[in-house]
């Protein structure tokens, strides 16, 4: 069966796409075959390790991508037991100890509440804020649409009130 009907994670033919490693290069080498499912747990971080138990046959693949996410996926849901067992060629090993250093390293924003803020989300400002520079003030409520992450930054997010580009701290703002 060719590697595009199915996921190669759980073997399920539902929706079966492309999902890249997280430090890919962006060629099909450095990408697996994954069903809705997988996809949406890997890309939200929301792991349920009772699907993810087919990772027992997946880190086993002889495509060297599945078994690189095999082992993050292993290493993000805390079992040391099994990537302790899997063997990786030393290339496969650069690259999956990359993909764990930068999640890692990775930024999370959150809002006043806690909750994580991804880029693209909407958000609904807590309080009256006077916009420096601009000379208008953004209203408590004002709901704020497809924000941006700035990667220099990490207690602001970025978004547009009334047509202009704005930095709103984060503590002034919750996830609408």
Wanted: hydrophobic share 40%; aromatic share 6%; charged share 30%.
């Amino acid at each position: 069966m060719p590697r595009s009907e199915v996921c190669e994670l759980c073997a399920s033919s539902e929706d079966v796409t492309l999902l890249e490693l997280p430090v890919s290069d962006g060629s099909e080498e450095q990408s697996v075959y994954v069903c809705v499912t997988c996809k949406e747990q890997i890309e939200n971080d929301e792991l349920d390790e009772t699907h993810f138990n087919c990772l027992n046959d997946a880190m086993w693949s002889e495509v060297p991508a599945v078994k690189v996410l095999s082992y993050i996926l292993w290493n993000r849901l805390g079992r040391g037991d099994m990537t302790d067992m899997m063997y990786l060629e030393e290339e496969e090993k650069k690259l999956a100890d990359a993909a764990i250093n930068a999640e890692a390293n990775r930024v999370v924003f959150r809002d006043a509440n806690g909750v994580e803020l991804k880029a693209g989300d909407s958000i609904v400002i807590l309080k009256d804020l006077d916009v420096k520079g601009a000379g208008f003030t953004a209203k408590r409520g004002t709901t704020v649409t497809r924000i941006a992450l700035p990667h220099d930054m990490d207690d602001h997010v970025e978004g547009r009130v009334n047509g202009t580009k704005i930095y709103l701290k984060t503590e002034f703002i919750k996830k609408a």
